[in-house]
């Protein structure tokens, strides 16, 4: 099953053979977050790493992180002991 967001409303789309029709479910995003809470926290991290290595979604350019990081440290007027402890607990996630 593949999985992919289409204005605003994700579909999934399951393929039965290359020509026949291919069936579509279509849930809003409330019922996207009901059908994850589901699966346990090892299954969604799998399914998160399918869609890195299907390029299906890749993780923001270091430099509009970093840009972000900052505007939200200077707009919630955090301790810089606060965003280094953010950097460290960052580094440390697989």
């Known amino acids: 099953m593949?999985?992919?967001?289409?204005?605003?409303i994700f579909s999934v789309d399951s393929f039965i053979g290359e020509d026949?029709?291919?069936?579509?479910?279509?849930?809003n995003n409330s019922q996207l977050v009901e059908t994850l809470a589901q699966f346990p926290p090892e299954g969604l991290k799998r399914l998160i790493d399918q869609l890195?290595?299907?390029?299906l979604y890749s993780p923001l350019p270091l430099a509009e992180i970093t840009r972000e990081a900052s505007r939200t440290v200077k707009r919630s007027k955090l301790a810089p002991e606060t965003?280094?402890?953010a950097v460290l607990w960052?580094?440390?996630q697989k």
């Open 90 to 92: 960052a580094r440390s």
């Open 83 to 85: 965003a280094v402890e």
């Open 52 to 55: 890195f290595k299907k390029k």
């Open 2 to 8: 593949d999985l992919y967001v289409e204005h605003d």
């Open 20 to 27: 026949m029709n291919n069936p579509t479910i279509q849930v």
